[in-house]
């Protein structure tokens, strides 16, 4: 059995289950405070590519993925 990949990304919020009808992954806000209730959510196609997804950019390469150098660049100012 393949070992399972954790997610490492610091901006990783939630990641949908496979029992859920959207497939998404919520990171971190770029931006608090606007007045509005909202979620930084990337909806995928299908359960498979919100894996593959993960499996690539929050679970290893996360300082690549582009979500997180937005996120990354606004904390740093």
């Known amino acids: 059995m393949r070992k399972k990949k954790e997610v490492i ?10 029992d859920k009808s959207y497939a998404t992954i919520t990171c971190a806000d770029i931006e608090n405070n606007l007045g509005f209730e909202m979620r930084n959510q990337l909806v995928f196609a299908n359960h498979e590519e919100k894996k593959n997804y993960k499996e690539l950019f929050c679970a290893d390469m996360y300082d690549t993925c582009p979500y997180y150098k937005a996120i990354y660049q606004r904390a740093q100012k």
């Open 9 to 18: 990304c610091p901006y990783c919020v939630t990641i949908s289950r496979y």
